[in-house]
């Protein structure tokens, strides 16, 4: 009997034990999407919501900050969404925040869907991918465009049905690309809640009901500890160089370094660099909307360049080529609607310089071109040498260090007179008294 209070006493802490565990255990998972959406991005949501799963998270709260990106990436991303075992939350965060594009059917795939103050929603029309089109306009194949529109279309509209959201905003999203403020977007139904950060979201979604693949759960978030899942640093390098102006320089980057391992051959580290640099750069291009036609006028720039140093066109190719460098630096990417576009300083930064430095190799090209030819026989021609012997009118003259036959077509020269050679015969010089020198 006298062990029975001590087994109460036990069952008591292990019972305060267990609570204070689980009172810790209760957590939120935070992922974060800056930037544009790309396969990157796709694998590291994929781990987070895995990891989120597995460490028995009360949600996955995805605070997001996108101008879009590519739509396979975004699928992967809104599949995971719809099939994950944990409530997915996303809330478009910090102020100042946009869901443009893949952010909106992101958005619709979320079980809870917020915004912070000062964000916006919308403009979902799909920008086709390394088309031939020019800045802001169509594609020439516009049946292949209404499909991939009425595609997403349908994507959307069943992720937006599903969450009980505003399916026919969603559908002009993509159709019109329209925007909305947070606080129409609440009022239209195309978000659930406005939170001014994370706290306030945190409260605003305890008790909230949602349905997940497996079925209904209740969120308990009000006390909830928020753990950040960051990226990894194979993920973050793989994004980052899928930044617009990152991919810009790395494929200017790259053919400056061939171009420099072509010139100067056996250099070794320009040519290495050049080749990882341009190997990068076509992966973070293959992540982005290309334009062909902006990626082919500057390799043709890169050309003109190069047959500028090799003709004589006096800088005119040059020209041509910063023209051409230019504006296939502003078309690179299909539409600035879709928010990915070269930054105005990088192409600026770019061109001054590639002008600058294609002037500079031209100017000393065409003064190497002028002066006159410093070996061969040119380079015999009026030079001064000095006459070892009498010339009356044959004898010896020394000239640049070699001692040569000389024949005077200026009467008879003495021994120890500089001479100017007038020409060249064989191996015999016809020169004349040098009367610069005296």
Do not use: C
Request: without cysteine; charged residues 15%; proline residues 5%.
């Amino acid at each position: 009997m006298a062990r029975l209070p001590l087994l109460l006493g036990l069952l008591v802490l292990l019972g305060l034990l267990a609570a204070t565990v689980q009172a810790q255990d209760n957590h939120v998972d935070l992922l974060q999407i800056r930037g544009t959406i790309d396969p990157a991005m796709a694998d590291y949501i994929d781990r987070g919501i895995a990891q989120a799963e597995g460490d028995g998270a009360q949600a996955v709260i995805i605070e997001m900050d996108t101008p879009g990106g590519l739509m396979d990436s975004m699928r992967e991303i809104t599949q995971r969404i719809i099939s994950a075992r944990v409530p997915v939350v996303v809330y478009v965060s910090p102020q100042g925040a946009r869901a443009a594009s893949a952010g909106v059917f992101i958005t619709m795939a979320a079980h809870v869907a917020a915004m912070a103050p000062n964000t916006n929603i919308g403009a979902a029309h799909p920008v086709e991918l390394g088309g031939p089109g020019v800045p802001g306009g169509q594609s020439p194949d516009n049946t292949l465009l209404e499909k991939i529109t009425n595609d997403a279309v349908a994507s959307i509209r069943s992720m937006a049905q599903r969450r009980g959201r505003n399916a026919d905003w969603a559908e002009r999203s993509v159709r019109e690309s329209i925007s909305h403020t947070e606080q129409q977007a609440l009022n239209d139904h195309v978000v659930d809640l406005l939170a001014d950060d994370m706290p306030g979201l945190l409260r605003q979604l305890d008790g909230r009901e949602v349905t997940l693949a497996g079925g209904k759960t209740t969120l308990r978030t009000a006390d909830a500890t928020v753990r950040r899942v960051d990226m990894s640093l194979l993920e973050d390098f793989l994004h980052t160089i899928s930044n617009p102006n990152i991919a810009y320089i790395l494929l200017i980057l790259g053919i400056y370094g061939l171009i420099y391992e072509l010139a100067s051959p056996g250099a070794i580290l320009p040519g290495v660099i050049g080749v990882i640099s341009l190997l990068l750069a076509f992966y973070a291009l293959g992540t982005l909307p290309v334009n062909y036609v902006g990626l082919g006028l500057i390799f043709f720039a890169i050309v003109m360049f190069i047959a500028d140093v090799l003709v004589t066109s006096h800088g005119v190719l040059t020209g041509g080529g910063l023209i051409a460098l230019t504006l296939g630096s502003l078309m690179l990417f299909n539409s600035p609607s879709s928010g990915v576009s070269v930054a105005w300083p990088v192409i600026a930064g770019v061109v001054l310089a590639t002008g600058g430095f294609f002037f500079f190799v031209i100017a000393k090209v065409i003064r190497a071109r002028l002066q006159p030819a410093m070996t061969g026989r040119e380079e015999l021609l009026q030079a001064t040498g000095v006459a070892r012997t009498d010339l009356s009118p044959q004898g010896y003259v020394f000239l640049q260090g070699e001692l040569w036959k000389a024949v005077s077509e200026d009467g008879n020269i003495p021994k120890g007179t500089s001479v100017k050679v007038l020409s060249e015969k064989g191996l015999t010089l016809y020169v004349r008294q040098n009367k610069e020198n005296g």
